[in-house]
């Protein structure tokens, strides 16, 4: 029974179709939902009613309808629900309709009663509105005017600027406009067009700053010859100044040296100067500048002016262009610039002026150009000055230019020295330049010798007085012991050339001193410059000089011999001069690299060049007098004495010898022996001459005698010191030879032909052979041997036999 309740309280469980149904009207509740919500797109949703399962689509119709029923079903209790309320609310409100019109009866009364009394009111009203419109353009008008008045007076300032060449306040003046005024009020049509002309502004700025610079350019070409003179002046006036310093400071008083050029400082050895020292006129002048003497603003204001408007590199490319050129033409030189020291210094000036501006440039605008430009510039002026010094001081014949020339370079390289520019080539060239100066005094000098040798009397100085004497020995080094014990008046045995000469030489070396000064060279440098100078002059110029002299045709054996005594005395004056330089560069001889003086060869070059002329012209004043020689040759015998023409000239050489007793050495000695060589040599070519057919015993007598005189000249010493006969073997070769033929000492001849005892040892067969075989045609003819025919016939025949024996000894020599 219990059991029974149970199951009777239970509810019977759904069958499958209930569950079903309810499942089916769940999912058409979610359609219906979907399909009433407006929000929703409705294709997915009709889309699963057709894709579900077949019969979907009846189903749902018949859903669809009974959902209409339903809603419909609604509709209906909800319209009998209100539909009382609704029929109580119609009836008020026709009730209240009659209150309505006659409210809107009054509302309309007020309504123009009100319009009427307020129309006073409104146009009052209008007038109020329009002041206060007025008043608010007004307003706006002042802070327009406001925003616009300090454009138009920067406007203004700007025009005043332009007018007033204020270029670079102009530029910061249209940055302002544009960067702050401008914009404020950009909506205007005027400032639109100031906007648009400050290009244009900007571009003339640019159009007017570039037309200064341009003249700057042109200014600054034409005044660089001032600056550069300036420059050099006072590089001058410090060079001046610090050797008068070194001479005080030698003497304990020391004054700081200093000059300004470009409003810089230049200081030696790191002092500055007091304004009271050096010359009083030097210290009262004033100290004058780059800015003295050109106006560099242009430059600044170009400058400025591309800088603000971002082109500086344009300017700057530009004005080193232009620079560049200058500098070319600046390096150009004057057509006739080696004829005048006035040539060289202008074109110096110039270049300096040039380089002093750079420096100027350089240091005044921070960029414009550069210390590398600057040394680009430099070096290529450097190469072309060189080039150019080269070339016109190769012109140059004066000295006195020269030496013009060496100082302004000198100037010219410490000057640019001093604003940093190197200048070691330039110091380099003036070696060069220093021997071109030498060849112009060499030339110098070669003429002063010239005319002291043509003025010379070339005879010893004759002293009358104590007080003449000195002058001499002041003006040359002469120290002769025996002539100083002679008594006035007396002779010295130079002639008057040689002080001269040696007073000459002295000149030369200081004048060659003065091309090493400003130099900055040690003493030993220039000592060495002042020896191998003096050496030139010595060995070329004045060596020259005298082997020209020597050879001169004027210049007789007097002549001569005075120019050998000459010569003597001035390689002994040598060492004196040695010490002149010595005393000059206080170098002493014994350094290692000290160069001696070469006067020594020179002189002795000259002097043997002297004597051999001497030996030359006494051989030919020998063949003068030979010449006059007129021998005849078939005189049946000789004149007993000698021919006039030798005994002239053994006169002529007596005379001669006489004077070669001043000459120094064996001059004397040589100069007899070798006339005494050449007048045997000459008198045996008379004898032996092709020309010279028949010779008779009688002219070989006389030829006999004359030879004769020869060896008694020889014998009489014509000159001292010959020892012996020594001079008398002169003479030898025809002694032997014409006593063959006197003594007809053939037999002998032949016989001891070869010994070194034989008594004619110096007869050549062939000499002896030739002279038989003339004589031998002169006795045919002239019949010279018929005494031999009288006393033996047969000496003619001996005659033939001896022609033969030397036939037959001279073939044997020449095989």
């Not at 001058?236 to 040296?257: D, I």
């Not at 030189?333 to 750079?358: C, D, K, L, S, W």
Request: charged share 25%; net charge negative.
């Amino acid at each position: 029974m219990a059991s029974d309740r149970v199951h009777a309280a239970l509810p019977d469980p759904p069958s499958q179709n209930e569950e079903d149904n309810r499942e089916e009207e769940k999912v058409f509740g979610n359609i219906f939902a979907e399909l009433e919500s407006v929000d929703l797109p409705l294709g997915t949703t009709l889309r699963s009613i057709y894709d579900d399962q077949p019969n979907a689509h009846k189903r749902f119709m018949e859903k669809l309808d009974a959902r209409i029923r339903n809603h419909d079903r609604e509709i209906e209790k909800m319209c009998n629900f209100h539909h009382q309320g609704f029929v109580d609310a119609i009836t008020e409100l026709l009730k209240v309709r009659t209150d309505a019109e006659k409210l809107m009866g009054q509302v309309t009364d007020t309504n123009r009663r009100l319009q009427e009394a307020g129309r006073e009111v409104t146009a009052q009203t209008q007038e109020v509105i329009c002041c206060r419109i007025q008043q608010r353009n007004m307003a706006t008008t002042v802070e327009k005017l406001q925003l616009c008045i300090p454009v138009l007076e920067m406007y203004s300032k700007l025009k005043e600027q332009l007018e007033t060449k204020r270029y670079y306040a102009a530029l910061k003046t249209m940055e302002q406009l544009e960067k702050v005024f401008i914009p404020r009020v950009s909506q205007y049509r005027f400032c639109q067009i100031m906007a648009e002309n400050l290009p244009r502004l900007r571009e003339e700025i640019k159009e007017i700053s570039m037309s200064d610079l341009k003249d700057f350019l042109e200014s600054i070409r034409k005044h660089s010859d001032k600056v550069g003179e300036t420059a050099m002046r006072q590089a001058q006036h410090h060079r001046t100044f610090n050797r008068v310093v070194t001479k005080q400071a030698s003497m304990g008083h020391y004054t700081k040296p200093v000059y300004s050029f470009n409003g810089r400082t230049h200081t030696h050895n790191g002092l500055m100067m007091d304004d009271d020292t050096g010359d009083e006129d030097e210290a009262d002048e004033e100290v004058l500048t780059a800015q003295d003497l050109v106006d560099f603003s242009p430059v600044y204001r170009c400058l400025h002016i591309y800088t603000v408007l971002g082109d500086r590199e344009t300017f700057e490319n530009y004005y080193r262009k232009q620079r560049k050129k200058q500098a070319r033409l600046v390096l150009q030189p004057h057509a006739n610039m080696h004829e005048t020291v006035e040539g060289y210094r202008r074109y110096f000036n110039q270049i300096v002026g040039f380089f002093v501006v750079e420096d100027h440039i350089l240091h005044a605008t921070h960029g414009l150009v550069t210390r590398a430009f600057t040394d680009e510039l430099w070096n290529m002026a450097l190469s072309k000055i060189i080039a150019v010094l080269r070339t016109h001081s190769s012109y140059c014949e004066d000295p006195d230019l020269v030496l013009e020339l060496k100082n302004l370079i000198v100037i010219f390289a410490d000057t640019l020295q001093d604003y940093g520019f190197p200048v070691n080539r330039l110091f380099d060239l003036l070696f060069e330049v220093r021997d071109q100066y030498n060849e112009t005094l060499l030339k110098k000098w070669a003429l002063v010798f010239r005319e002291i040798f043509e003025s010379d009397n070339y005879s010893p100085i004759p002293v009358e007085t104590e007080d003449e004497y000195k002058v001499v020995v002041s003006r040359f080094p002469f120290h002769d012991a025996e002539i100083e014990k002679q008594d006035f008046p007396k002779k010295l045995p130079m002639s008057q050339s040689v002080p001269v000469i040696y007073t000459q030489v002295k000149e030369f070396i200081y004048a060659s001193l003065k091309f090493s000064e400003s130099l900055h060279r040690s003493s030993t440098e220039i000592d060495d410059m002042l020896r191998k100078s003096t050496n030139l002059l010595l060995t070329r110029t004045l060596s020259s000089c005298l082997q020209n002299l020597i050879k001169k045709p004027h210049i007789g054996l007097t002549e001569l011999v005075q120019i050998i005594i000459n010569t003597t005395h001035l390689e002994q004056a040598c060492r004196y001069l040695e010490e002149f330089i010595t005393n000059i560069t206080n170098v002493s001889p014994e350094t290692v690299h000290t160069t001696r003086l070469y006067g020594l060869s020179t002189f002795k070059d000259a002097r043997h060049a002297a004597e051999g002329e001497i030996y030359t012209k006494l051989n030919q004043k020998i063949d003068e007098f030979i010449q006059l020689a007129d021998y005849e040759w078939g005189m049946s015998e000789s004149d007993g004495r000698a021919s006039g023409y030798l005994m002239d000239l053994i006169n002529f050489l007596r005379s001669t010898f006489q004077v070669f007793t001043h000459l120094p050495g064996k001059v004397a000695q040589t100069a007899c022996m070798s006339a005494c060589k050449h007048l045997s040599t000459s008198l045996m070519q008379m004898l032996l001459d092709t020309e010279l057919r028949q010779i008779s015993m009688g002219a070989v007598q006389q030829f006999n005698l004359d030879v004769i005189q020869c060896e008694l000249f020889a014998s009489s010493e014509p000159v001292p010191g010959f020892q012996g006969d020594t001079l008398q073997l002169a003479f030898i070769d025809l002694r032997q030879l014409l006593d063959l033929f006197m003594v007809w000492d053939w037999s002998t001849y032949l016989a001891d032909y070869g010994q070194p005892t034989s008594k004619y040892l110096r007869v050549n067969p062939a000499t002896a052979l030739a002279l038989l075989e003339k004589m031998k045609d002169t006795s045919k003819k002239n019949n010279i041997f018929s005494q031999f025919r009288k006393n033996d016939r047969d000496k003619q025949k001996l005659i033939e036999t001896v022609v033969k024996q030397l036939r037959s000894l001279v073939n044997g020599m020449s095989s």
